[in-house]
């Protein structure tokens, strides 16, 4: 029988495959029945897992780090003590040799044996400690051999789909170098960077599927329906055809949307739209070309450091991705993002970062670049070094008033000079942009725009900030809108006043990539766009199919108006048609 | 074989930490050393039987030891009940 799960699609289409279930769970384990022969490999197996799980452990007690609770030692030493008891150890193994079964379901049978022993105790608090057994046995039965996951060996997969609880950014970038087919996590939203990025990966991917991995099991045929947020277990013979119908259509449509990749991108009356590309990787580069892109309008240059696993992406590392990517757009604009770290970014080596309670409004992007010059200056040289291989502009995020932003010029400064001295070659004309996404910048986008040749409003983390959503927060980011007449004001405000002082506006958020607002920000006087590579097409043909002039009565309209509900009735009437294909 | 009751007296009762305590304490004796709580067998050397005795504050067990340290067994392991494991309350 099948049985559909949702959450929030990503896009990417449609994929059917077997599911591959990442973090198992004991509950996940199936039963494999063993031929005689193989039952002193299987205990093998399992002895080899203790002994794995046992280094495990002792590693973890030998590192505790210093600010840890006492408890935590004491808590690794009664899980050591637990591993080598004959109730842990040695009962799996028992089980192995008379049920003929695989490790992982002996384990599981242990498991609930142990755990019904604990439920007919009556002491409350004595019951809890199931589950620091539970924890030991989840322990082994993750490190039996086939269990652990190595993501260098991605490429082994070929037609699964990933499920999982969670995905980092740089889980992302691993998957997108798989042969992953498609991925569905139980937590995240729209909005998260873990959904930003994977919308870029253009597979099939579903967020926020709670209970995923309880329902689903290992090597169950399943559809990840992305432009839906579908999951369909075990889909029966008619779902499965028209899933492949389906899968089919999208592809044509995708097509379809070929044939205005050359068209320029110009309204009905005539204004010519920059649509940009956010990238992430200097591998990006060619999706920018095949999209047919005006340039780089956001390089998302963090990745690089996010996929670096045990150190800072150094100086050459990111002028060899720098320049690798102007040397393949040619003469295309490349605006380079200085490092936005921290918040729901944080590379493994900012220890620090996890643990501040309010990280989106602590040592986040230019601060942090501030507070850590060697990183911050180091990133300058190899944008700069890059800046003449190409037409290269420089941004910096998170600028929250204009002296921080003249402290990180200063820096640019510093580092130019620096330059000169050593005879190294750079554009000394590189243009500079700040990143409006801190409300207090919005507003007072005036003392800025005298410091820049750019801005570029980052909607989401404005979004943020001003409906104080953490967008992360699946308990509240449902408030999280962008149609909410105060950011709509707000951004309405940054792009009127930069077009007055005639310095370039652009809208490097999601914003820019929903088809549903474009008209709206093209009528709000919006020329620039940037969006991940596969929403340029899709966007570009409302663009081709807009008059700008005629919805100015409608747009005054929307920027009028003070109910959320109102400015989506509004919406509704201006997209009249545009959106039905 | 000699055998001495007592009681459990620590707030918690014989919860993780205070098992892994015994466990460690009666791991150093070579007497084979068990605790009997209604009529529940534990070997004392052994975490999970301990820990599935469910032994809660006010029970009443008796301490077994088997052994040429026997005596020694069962003196510092009734000390480890009546000093409540070393914890405060």
């Not at chain 1, 042969?179 to 579903?206: C, D, M, W």
């Not at chain 1, 309670?357 to 990133?379: E, K, V």
């Not at chain 1, 590189?430 to 800025?448: C, T």
């Not at chain 1, 962008?482 to 999601?510: D, K, M, Y």
Request: charged residues 25%; contains cysteine; aromatic residues 6%.
């Amino acid at each position: 029988m099948s049985i559909s799960l949702h959450g929030i699609g990503l896009g990417g289409g449609i994929s059917i495959g077997k599911a591959y279930i990442l973090d198992k769970h004991l509950d996940n384990a199936v039963l494999h029945l063993l031929e005689d022969s193989q039952v002193d490999l299987e205990a093998k197996r399992f002895e080899q897992a203790v002994r794995d799980t046992r280094k495990e452990l002792e590693s973890l007690r030998g590192n505790i780090p210093s600010n840890a609770p006492a408890e935590l030692g004491a808590f690794l030493s009664l899980n050591i003590m637990m591993l080598g008891d004959s109730q842990i150890s040695q009962a799996p193994l028992n089980i192995i040799r008379t049920e003929f079964c695989n490790a992982e379901w002996a384990i599981k049978l242990q498991a609930e044996k142990l755990s019904e022993q604990f439920d007919t105790m009556e002491d409350e608090y004595l019951k809890e400690r199931k589950y620091d057994v539970i924890q030991v046995l989840e322990r082994i039965f993750k490190n039996l051999e086939g269990n652990q996951f190595d993501w260098n060996k991605t490429n082994d997969f070929e037609g699964e789909l990933l499920i999982t609880y969670d995905l980092s950014p740089a889980d992302l970038m691993h998957i997108k170098n798989s042969n992953f087919l498609g991925f569905v996590t139980e937590v995240g939203s729209l909005t998260s960077h873990t959904a930003i990025i994977g919308r870029n990966l253009e597979i099939p991917s579903i967020v926020g599927v709670s209970y995923a991995r309880q329902v689903v099991r290992d090597g169950d045929t399943v559809i990840v329906d992305g432009i839906n947020g579908a999951l369909i277990i075990d889909p029966d013979a008619v779902v499965l055809s028209e899933y492949y119908k389906l899968q089919k259509e999208w592809q044509a449509s995708k097509l379809k949307l070929r044939h205005i990749r050359q068209k320029e991108s110009v309204t009905l009356d005539d204004v010519t739209i920059n649509l940009f590309a956010n990238i992430e990787n200097d591998s990006d580069a060619i999706e920018v070309k095949n999209n047919n892109a005006d340039g780089v309008g956001l390089f998302r240059s963090e990745f690089l450091f996010l996929n670096n696993d045990d150190n800072y992406s150094d100086e050459e590392e990111q002028f060899e991705a720098y320049s690798k990517v102007v040397k393949t757009l040619k003469k295309l604009p490349v605006t380079i993002r200085t490092a936005d770290l921290g918040a729901d970014k944080n590379p493994s080596w900012n220890v620090d970062g996890n643990s501040v309670l309010n990280p989106a409004l602590g040592l986040t992007g230019i601060r942090l670049s501030l507070a850590d010059l060697y990183l911050f200056r180091s990133q300058l040289r190899a944008i700069l070094r890059a800046s003449h291989y190409g037409n290269i502009q420089i941004m910096f995020p998170m600028i929250s008033s204009s002296l921080e932003l003249k402290q990180a010029i200063y820096q640019l400064e510093y580092v130019k000079d620096e330059l000169i001295q050593e005879g190294i070659n750079f554009n000394p004309d590189i243009k500079i942009g700040a990143m409006i996404e801190v409300p207090a910048a919005a507003l007072s986008i005036k003392s800025i725009l005298s410091l820049v040749d750019f801005v570029s409003i980052g909607t989401n983390d404005l979004i943020q900030y001003l409906l104080a959503v953490d967008r992360n927060d699946e308990s509240v980011n449902y408030l999280y809108n962008p149609i909410h007449p105060a950011v709509l004001q707000l951004i309405h405000h940054v792009i009127r006043s930069c077009n007055r002082q005639q310095v370039p506006v652009t809208i490097c958020g999601e914003m820019a990539a929903d088809p549903r607002l474009t008209r709206l920000l093209l009528g709000m006087g919006l020329r620039n766009f940037s969006m991940y590579p596969s929403s340029i097409l899709p966007i570009k043909k409302i663009i081709l199919n807009t008059d700008i002039n005629k919805n100015t009565t409608i747009v005054r309209k929307i920027l009028k108006t003070e109910s959320i509900e109102k400015v989506d009735l509004l919406l509704d009437e201006l997209n009249q048609g545009v959106l039905d294909y | 074989m000699i055998k001495k009751q007592t009681s459990v007296i620590n707030k918690l009762g014989l919860h993780a930490r205070a098992s892994s305590q015994l466990v460690q304490l009666a791991s150093k004796f070579i007497s084979d050393i068990s605790i009997e709580k209604d009529g529940k067998l534990a070997n004392a050397k052994s975490i999970m039987t301990i820990m599935m005795l469910a032994a809660n504050k006010g029970s009443t067990i008796t301490i077994m030891a088997n052994g040429e340290d026997e005596v020694v067994a069962i003196e510092q392991i009734s000390e480890l009940f009546a000093n409540k494991f070393g914890e405060l309350e």
